[in-house]
């Protein structure tokens, strides 16, 4: 990478500033501050327009890039498979959707179907509907219900939003769905916000919370429970001990459909398992996953299913409406599973899992040294390289920095050529936790080099 690009960038700068509408952003200050564009990528490091090299801490800003930028094995894998057969749609088969689902079921014992389809927010839409669909050819139409837990995101489809806890982001999209029914949240640090959280055994306690709820509304008309394993987006949300044990055996007792979203967590993220929900001996019935399946290469995501729930679809061959009444186009593209075949490929051979539970481990402790200095840190946690830095204005209160403060941290970083993220961005009131998701492949230099960019920052912009 030397900084010097074929195309002419002030142009595409023009280019984008007149006619590119970005994801998620306030569009004001561009009219007169440049973009920045990415122009390149290479291991864990991108380039922009200016040929400025940064370190990237957040895998492509959203949990992303699980093996790295520029993985020609990965390129080659697709590039063959599109000049052989690029697309048929999902109700044949293809070479990789197979190869994929052979694969993927091998790290997911307990599970056994694969539904291709190409965003987390449709893949979690397909669990929904496939809930909705149980309640109706099994509960007579009842068990239609559908819970979702505050803080949790599942997508920002209408559907999936009315399953969206954080309401920051659903102000102004409503109405939503009908009979999706939220539960409290689980947030250990937190729990002094929820009235009569326990010192001791919180996580049991929190997971009763549900089944409050269950009973609130009627067992007979609940039908699914969707959970994020460990929080992304809504603040790097660790799940205390006890929780998951308990909420599997509420879901058994009140026969309702566990579904995790592993759209964030899942494909090595969380370390030493494939998956969130493995670390803690959960069985679900729905697994939903996006963003590492195929690392960005591709846009692949996967609603992945028990036999049992599958088998439900199977019955009564003479009714025609008695099968999954559902497409997505893109689910018929070749080129996701066969970059998600060789992006697994990759993490195996290269040791991902390991690496990303030892550099986890390593960042947690060096981010927890952070706070000895830094008293406007909280609280610290995560699982694997996912990980978040909570930030209070007072350690004895635990209330939020003041908004925008955790931002001006990610700018301060910014400006040391390093990306990370922040969650919750200028909402008075809520945790404003910094977010650190390296690819999988970072090694200590770069972890030390994220560590040392926010001491500086946190430095800068608090003193
Ligand atoms: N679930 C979770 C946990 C997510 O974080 C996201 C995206 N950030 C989604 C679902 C939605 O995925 P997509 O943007 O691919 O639709």
Known sequence: MDGTFDN??????????????????QHKPLETGAPRIIVEGKGIHVWDQHGRQHLDGVSGGVWTVNVGYGRESIANAVRDQLIKMNYFAGSTGSIPG?????????????????????????????????????????????????LYRDRDYHG????????????????????????????PHCMEYRKHEQDGAPEENYGEWAAEQIEQVILREGPDTVGGLCLEP???????????????????????KYDVLLHIDEVVCGVGRTGTEWFGYQHYGIEPDFV????????????????????RVFDMFKDDVEDPLNYFRDISTFGGCTAGPAAALENMRI????????????????MLDQL???????????????????????????????????????????????????????????????????????????????????VTATDVALTRVFG
């Open 347 to 362: 993490i195996e051979d290269e040791g991902l899992l390991e690496n990303t539970t030892r550099m986890g481990d390593y």
């Open 230 to 252: 460990v929080t992304a987006g809504g603040g790097v949300i660790t799940p205390p001990e006890g929780y998951w044990q308990k909420v599997q055996e509420i879901c058994r």
């Open 368 to 450: 927890w040294a952070l706070a000895d200095k830094h008293k406007v840190i909280g609280d610290v946690r995560g699982k694997g390289l996912f990980l978040g830095v909570e930030l209070v204005a007072d350690r004895d209160t635990r209330d939020p920095v003041a908004e925008k403060l955790a931002q001006k941290v990610v700018a301060e970083c910014n400006a040391q050529a390093v990306i990370i993220g922040v969650t919750n961005r200028s909402i008075p009131g809520k945790n404003n936790t910094l977010c650190y998701s390296p690819a999988l492949i970072a090694t200590k230099d770069h972890i030390d080099e994220l």
């Open 156 to 183: 920002s489809t209408i559907g999936a939003m009315s399953a969206g806890g954080q309401d920051e982001r659903n102000a102004q999209y409503g109405p939503f769905a009908p009979d999706f029914i939220r539960v």
């Open 98 to 146: 197979a190869m994929f689902s052979e694969r993927l079921i091998s790290k997911m014992p307990g599970m056994s179907r694969v539904y291709y389809t190409n965003s987390g927010s449709e893949a979690n839409e397909k669990a929904f509907k496939m809930i909705r669909q149980i309640a109706h050819k099994r509960h007579g139409g009842k068990k239609t219900k559908i």
């Open 8 to 25: 002419d960038l002030t142009k595409i700068e023009d280019m984008d500033r007149a006619h590119v509408w970005h994801h998620l952003m």
């Open 288 to 307: 939903t996953m996006a963003k590492g399946v195929a690392s960005g290469y591709a846009a692949i995501a996967c609603c992945v299913t028990t036999e």
